[in-house]
């Protein structure tokens, strides 16, 4: 896969990354359980293959993900050459401290279970949990991320979360380099759009996760009535029913196009796929390359464009 490079980090990507929320085990979240054994293939058969992109967090699954891909990494040697590990900076599981002295521990802890001495990049994650005020204090998030990244032990800083004004907020800060939003660029909803060009006049990263909505538009409406991991309203079921007939005919699966919408924007650096079984890296890859006529296309967008302004998330 033609790589795209991380905004102006200098690092390289494949446009398609490993999300790893489902494989820390996360049924209240996907609905099912994942077991370490299924995990760790999964992570192995991803370091062996064609993406050399993974995403993960301090809390998926209470520090699981980390484990298991810590335990994979260290089956397999260490990353391969050219492989990039981003995880993210979170309070302790059910706590609401989101402290500087937090965010160090949390780091330490990522360190600690992925076996590794610094990391690539780490995301300030979902800071609509706490005050843009607070994050930005001298003993804040924000500092302590920078603090962290000038002593060595973090290469590059990214910003991830939900509220788009509030990322935008984060990126005048002129410390992110990277920047991800989930849910807000899919054929559902696209308000994430000022979010990619404000990204793209900064040189900052824009990664797009859950290009499926956590489930619905791959495994379909009827399958996962859920979008961004709460129950869609009948419209937006409506709208990718509608999506899912035009799809079939013209023998398209659904899931090659909600990935391809997001791949096709070369504004978008990866798509942050999130898996749990070792096929999913090949799945993945053909859906990716599934031709999509023009005519399927711009019946889709027209579909999509309701979502420009938000499914109210
Ligand atoms: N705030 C944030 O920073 C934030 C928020 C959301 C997401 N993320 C990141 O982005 C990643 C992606 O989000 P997401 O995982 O919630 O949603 P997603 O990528 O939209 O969808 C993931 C779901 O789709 C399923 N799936 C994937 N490929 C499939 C295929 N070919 N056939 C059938 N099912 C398939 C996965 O199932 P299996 O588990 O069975 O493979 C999983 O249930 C996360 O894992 C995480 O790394 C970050």
């Not at 391969?80 to 402290?99: H, I, N, R, Y």
């Not at 003993?139 to 603090?147: E, M, N, P, S, Y």
């Not at 961004?228 to 090659?256: D, F, K, N, T």
Request: charged residues 20%; contains cysteine; glycine residues 10%.
């Amino acid at each position: 896969m033609d790589k795209r490079e991380l905004g102006t980090t200098g690092l390289q990507v494949t446009p398609l990354c490993v999300g790893t929320s489902p494989l820390g085990n996360f049924p209240s979240q996907y609905g099912y359980e994942v077991g370490e054994d299924q995990a760790v293939e999964t992570v192995l058969s991803v370091l062996g293959g064609p993406l050399n992109f993974m995403d993960t967090s301090n809390n998926y699954g209470d520090g699981e993900s980390e484990r298991r891909i810590g335990k994979a990494l260290a089956e397999a040697g260490g990353p391969p050459p050219g492989f990039v590990l981003a995880t993210k900076v979170d309070p302790l599981p059910g706590s609401e401290d989101f402290s500087g002295e937090r965010v160090r521990a949390s780091v330490h802890e990522s360190l600690e279970r992925l076996g590794l001495d610094r990391l690539q990049l780490v995301h300030l994650h979902d800071p609509e949990r706490i005050s843009f005020e607070e994050a930005t204090a001298p003993d804040g998030a924000v500092q302590a991320l920078v603090d962290l990244q000038q002593e060595g032990l973090i290469e590059h800083l990214g910003v991830a979360g939900g509220p788009i004004d509030l990322m935008l907020r984060y990126l005048q800060l002129d410390v992110f380099a990277a920047v991800i939003s989930h849910n807000r660029y899919t054929l559902v909803d696209s308000s994430a759009e000022p979010l990619i060009a404000d990204a793209a006049s900064r040189g900052v990263a824009f990664l797009n996760a859950a290009p499926y909505g956590g489930g619905m538009l791959v495994r379909g409406p009827q399958a996962v009535p859920n979008y961004c991991y709460q129950p869609a309203s009948a419209q937006v079921i409506s709208r990718v029913e509608a999506m899912q007939q035009a799809c079939q005919r013209h023998g398209v699966p659904l899931a090659a196009a909600a990935l391809q919408f997001s791949l096709r924007d070369e504004r978008v650096a990866s798509t942050i796929v999130g898996m749990s079984t070792p096929q999913r890296v090949a799945q993945t890859t053909a859906l990716a390359e599934h031709p999509i006529p023009e005519e399927l296309w711009s019946q889709l967008l027209e579909l999509a464009a309701e979502g420009r302004s938000g499914v109210g998330l």
